[in-house]
C-alpha cells in the first residue's frame, strides 16, 4: 500500500505540473463536489484529490452510464455482505463521483481508472476517508451492464468480491427485495 500511495503520489504531483494554475494551487485537495440532496448527511473525514476527466474509452463510457449497484458482495461476514448490498456509485467523466446505499447519497469524491500491471482499477477517493477504496475490474459482460470487481491487494477491499449491476435511478429495497 505504501509502495502505491508513493506511485500514486508521484503520478499526481506530475500530473499537478501540467496543470494551468499557479505552482502554489497545483497540488492542492479540494472538498468542493456535488451537492447535497436535502435530507442526506455526509460525513467529511477527510478531503480527496481534484478529480480529472476520464480519457474516452469504451470502458468509461461504460463506467460513466447510469448507476453501478452491487447487487451481490461476497466475503465470509454475512453482516458485511448484507451492509454492502444495495451500494452504488454514479460515476461523471469528468472524475467526479457520488455513492451511496439505497436511497441515500454518503459521499462523494473524484475516481480514476488506473492501469495496474494489465489490469483495470478503480480508484475512488472518497470526502469521507474511511469510503477510499480500489477494486479490479474482473469482466464485463457482453451487454456492459453487470460488472465484476475483486478487492485490490493490500487495501480494506481485499478479499471481496462483488458484482454490480447498471441501473437508470438508485437502487431500491423493494427492487432487491430487502426488508427495511
Known amino acids: 500500500m505504501r509502495r502505491l500511495s ?8 506530475l500530473l499537478a505540473c501540467t496543470d494551468d494554475k499557479p505552482a502554489d494551487e497545483a497540488g492542492t485537495e479540494t472538498t468542493t463536489a456535488p451537492t447535497n440532496v436535502p435530507g442526506e448527511g455526509i460525513a467529511m473525514n477527510g478531503s480527496f484529490e481534484p478529480p ?24 465470509d461476514d454475512k453482516a458485511t455482505r448484507l451492509a454492502n448490498k444495495g451500494r452504488w456509485f454514479k460515476l461523471a467523466a469528468d472524475g467526479t463521483y457520488e455513492t451511496g446505499r439505497w436511497q441515500e447519497k454518503t459521499g462523494y469524491g473524484s475516481w480514476r481508472l488506473l492501469n495496474q500491471d494489465g489490469k483495470q482499477v478503480l480508484q475512488f477517493d472518497n470526502i469521507d476517508d474511511r469510503q477510499d477504496e480500489q477494486w479490479e475490474i474482473q469482466g464485463i459482460n457482453q451487454e456492459n451492464d453487470t460488472m465484476t470487481w475483486a478487492g485490490v491487494k493490500d487495501t480494506k477491499s481485499e478479499g471481496a468480491i462483488l458484482k454490480a449491476i447498471s441501473l437508470l435511478t438508485r437502487p431500491t429495497r423493494q427492487q432487491f427485495g430487502v426488508a427495511e
Open 6 to 13: 508513493w506511485s500514486l503520489l508521484l503520478i499526481f504531483g
Open 52 to 75: 480529472v476527466a476520464a480519457e474516452p474509452s469504451a470502458l468509461v463510457n461504460t463506467l460513466t452510464t447510469d448507476f453501478w449497484v452491487w447487487e451481490y458482495y461476497v466475503v
